[in-house]
């Protein structure tokens, strides 16, 4: 019998395992082999530091950059692991385990149950069943992108933007998280012509912590 956790956990499991197949298109149009690209999905498995991986390598930016800009985006889940281990408390051989599935989606689906065991449930129904469509799509994605000249013609460029925004738009809905996005924004747009990709992710959290910082010291002193 599917528990309200298991059904939540399926259901955005399958809503997001199919943006796989946008990621696996744009990787390998972006110059990765397929199995590099299913390596990725397999080994990163965070779909924004995905995404923004093979932004910074398409624009011409170094592995350093699309490193950077992939692990600054990805920080967000070690915040998300500690939440999660004082929620479900869950025995040490199953943290490394843990760790991996440990996405946007997974988080939420647990942190949305009132009870331990749907916590749980929640976690490992969304956290196992993104891995394995997104994985499964990316394939399919990166055997089709093979094939196809141009992905934005098929309107998969624009599929990576549309997840970006459908995870950023439900967080916006007190002044600190909008500010926070303008900030950012604007220093990224600002940034854009003047260094090479990727940097201006970095420059972007750079001011805007520094923001925050200035924002919190004048909290303090008042």
């Known amino acids: 019998m599917l528990t309200p956790a298991t059904r939540m956990g399926l259901s955005i499991a399958a809503a997001v395992g ?17 199995w590099q690209t ?3 999905s397999a080994l990163m498995f965070t779909g924004g530091s995905q995404f923004a991986f093979i932004g910074v390598v398409a624009g011409g930016g170094t592995g350093a950059a699309a490193w950077a800009a992939a692990t600054l985006l990805g920080i967000r889940n070690g915040i998300y692991g500690m939440q999660l281990k004082a929620l479900i408390r869950p025995p040490g051989r199953l943290i490394p385990l843990m760790a991996q599935l440990t996405i946007d989606e997974s988080t939420a689906t647990a942190t949305a149950q009132d009870d331990h065991d749907e916590r749980v449930r929640g976690f490992w129904t969304a956290g196992l069943g993104v891995y394995l469509l997104w994985n499964t799509f990316t394939l399919v994605g990166a055997l089709a992108g ?24 439900p967080r916006l809905k007190s002044r600190d998280p909008v500010a926070t996005a303008v900030v950012a924004s604007l220093a990224t747009l600002l940034a854009m012509p003047f260094v090479p990709p990727g940097i201006p992710v970095v420059l972007a959290a750079v001011v805007t912590a520094g923001w925050w910082a200035l924002r919190r010291r004048k909290a303090v002193a008042a």
């Open 38 to 40: 299913c390596a990725l």
């Open 18 to 34: 199919v943006y796989g197949v946008s990621f696996g298109a744009l990787s390998v149009a972006a110059g990765l082999t397929v």
């Open 146 to 169: 093979s094939q196809i000249s141009d992905p934005g013609a098929w309107g998969l460029d624009g599929a990576a933007v549309a997840a970006f925004l459908g995870l950023l738009w």
